[in-house]
Each structure stands twice: as C-alpha cells, then as structure tokens.
C-alpha cells in the first residue's frame, strides 16, 4: 500500500525569463506588476482570471493546517524542498 507522507499547499510565484512571465494571459495570469526591493530581485505580484484567488488559498491553508500537520510524516522544513523531492513507496 502506498502512503502520502506529506502534503503542503503553496502559491505560484511567478519569475522573469520563464515561458509563463513572458505570456501570462496564456496562463489565466492578470495584472502582473514588478516592485524594486532594496537586495533581493524584484517582487512579482499577479492575479488569475480563474480559479483560487491568493487571499482564497492563504484561508484554505489556515483551515486546514491542523489537518495537514497531522498527514505529514516529515518535518515541516522538508516543504523548502519540495521541488527536489519525489518519495515513491512500493
């Protein structure tokens, strides 16, 4: 039997040079806007046209973190990996 060993939630954060900064309407994406910060490259805040709003998944997050807390098997530090981590159990 296989496990879900863990489950996060998270937001798109939208990059330049990639395909879906460079035509966001192919993507729902709306209302793209660049604000300079001090060291860090710029902040890069969007809407959708569809779908969740952010304001929508941060409430969802917060609803449901108890119930997340609970599935999870790994330290919550492991979601800063989440791009690089695949776990399969056989």
Same mark, same amino acid.
């Given at each position: 039997?296989?496990?879900?060993?863990?489950?996060?939630?998270? @937001?798109?954060? *939208?990059? =330049?040079?990639?395909?879906?900064?460079? =035509?966001?309407?192919?993507?729902?994406?709306?209302?793209?806007?660049?604000?300079?910060? @001090?060291?860090?490259?710029?902040?890069?805040?969007?809407?959708?046209?569809?779908?969740?709003?952010?304001?929508?998944?941060?409430?969802?997050?917060?609803?449901?973190?108890?119930?997340?807390?609970?599935?999870?098997?790994?330290?919550? =530090?492991?979601?800063?990996?989440? =791009?690089?981590? *695949?776990?399969?159990?056989?």
């Amino acid at each position: 039997m296989k496990k879900i060993l863990l489950v996060f939630t998270s @937001t798109l954060g *939208l990059q =330049e040079g990639l395909p879906i900064y460079a =035509e966001p309407e192919l993507f729902g994406i709306i209302n793209v806007q660049k604000y300079k910060r @001090t060291i860090l490259d710029p902040k890069i805040v969007h809407e959708v046209s569809s779908g969740l709003t952010r304001d929508e998944v941060r409430k969802l997050h917060y609803r449901y973190r108890k119930t997340l807390a609970n599935i999870n098997k790994y330290p919550k =530090e492991m979601n800063f990996y989440r =791009e690089h981590m *695949l776990n399969i159990v056989k």
